[in-house]
């Protein structure tokens, strides 16, 4: 048996937190630590699961944890230090300036959808190209649209071939904690000047798809909402994209007699399963909304949750990034299983490894 990956956790909010939570189910890996910036609730959830604590820059905090009796186990450059690789899952932007104490300190990092492409050469997302991160040290999840985007896309490809899409992204406003973002009551073309930059998002992991985007931002933090229109290199019945499409658990066709009929049916399902924080990790696609003209235009409605579409793709990075599992297919399934991804049993029916 190899040793187990030992990773840190830079950054522990949407994305960190849940990442933490999926890195503590696979028998491969061990989380040594996440990073906070102040002692809060979730450094209080994260002391009670017995995660160790470091602290982003502890002269500013250290006292600040002491006085709410929270330990610290030292700074996060000690809890890069014990780690084989960091998940950076800082606020957007900062994991281009974390990079170099990950350069500094000579560690393998993942970094966000919030950063640029750049900032990690590589951007991945685990159906579309594994391989590309296998031993890579710096590399990007892409951002939960275009990790959406990604395996929906892939998975017509593959089985059609496709000529060009447009899509439009209906975002949500806010993560449902993000009590400063909005819109509250508008709607709003995120950007105005088209096209988004979703399309080149997607490019950066399938460069050969063709693709125009739209966003616009809606006073909602449930999930964002996606219209896909894409041309196939072939008209075939609706009933055999969804046959192609239901190959990949990560994308879920909603079965119209669920009476799944909305974003807010789609995290009432994940509550009711029982999912952690009600998450739905699965690309959501509406299976009675899939049209194909005689002309092979597709069309169809998926919903996105976008606090947790991009939590299995950061477990499968890890294990590309450090070799630990070179076949993708392999790491997709292990990861599938020990997050209950494609498995609608009840939650608790699920036992942790
Ligand atoms: P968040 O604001 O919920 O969490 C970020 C955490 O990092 C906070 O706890 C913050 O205190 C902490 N932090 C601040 N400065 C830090 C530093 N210098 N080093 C380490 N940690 C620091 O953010 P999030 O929504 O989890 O987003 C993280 C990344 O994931 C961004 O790149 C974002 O674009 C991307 N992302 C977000 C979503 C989403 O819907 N929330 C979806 C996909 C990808």
């Known amino acids: 048996m190899v040793d187990k990956i030992k990773v840190a956790l830079n950054g522990y909010g949407t994305i960190g937190k849940r990442v933490a939570d999926a890195v503590r189910r ?37 006292s600040k944890f002491k006085s709410v009796g929270l330990t610290l186990n030292g700074s996060s450059e000690d809890m ?36 640029e ?10 159906a579309a190209n594994y391989d ?18 990604c395996r929906l896309l892939y998975g017509l490809d593959t089985a059609f071939g496709v000529t060009k899409v447009r899509a439009t992204m209906m975002r949500r406003g806010g993560d449902p904690d993000d009590i400063k973002r909005g819109p509250i009551n508008a709607i709003v073309p995120d950007p105005i000047k088209l096209p988004s930059h979703h399309g080149p998002d997607v490019q950066t992991v399938l460069p050969h798809i063709k693709i125009d985007t739209v966003a616009v931002k809606l006073p ?22 969804a046959a192609a499409l239901k190959q990949y658990p990560r994308i879920w066709l909603i079965p119209a007699w669920l009476g799944i009929k909305s974003t807010g049916d789609c995290v009432e399902i ?27 235009e597709l069309n169809l409605f998926q919903g996105i949750h976008q606090e947790s579409d991009v939590i299995p793709e950061n477990i499968d990075c890890i294990r ?3 070799g630990i599992e070179k076949d993708g297919k392999k790491s997709m399934a292990k990861t599938n299983k020990t997050l209950g991804i494609g498995n609608f049993n009840p939650w608790t029916l699920i036992p942790p490894q």
Not at 98 to 107: D, F, H, Q
Not at 117 to 126: D, I, M
Not at 283 to 292: D, K, R
């Open 117 to 126: 492409h750049e900032v990690a050469g590589t951007s991945f997302n685990a």
């Open 220 to 241: 909602t933090t449930l999930m964002h909402m996606h219209y896909v229109n894409a041309n196939l290199k072939k008209a075939v019945p609706a009933q055999e994209v």
């Open 26 to 62: 696979q028998d491969d890996m061990e989380l040594v630590g996440i990073a906070k910036t102040k002692p809060d609730y979730e450094a209080y959830v994260a002391a009670k699961k017995g995660i160790p604590i470091y602290a982003v820059d502890p002269s500013k905090s250290e």
């Open 320 to 322: 590309a990034m450090t």
């Open 132 to 149: 590309k991160a296998i031993g890579k040290q710096f590399v990007r999840v892409v951002s939960c649209n275009t990790t959406g985007l």
């Open 270 to 296: 994940g509550r009711d399963l029982g999912r952690p924080r009600y998450d739905m990790m699965e690309n959501c696609v509406w299976e009675e909304s899939i049209a194909v003209d005689s002309t092979g």
């Open 80 to 115: 890069i230090k014990k780690a084989d690789i960091v998940v950076d899952c800082a606020p957007e932007g900062l994991g281009e300036e974390n990079k170099k104490i990950y350069e500094k300190l000579g560690k393998k990092a993942i970094f966000q959808g919030g950063e």
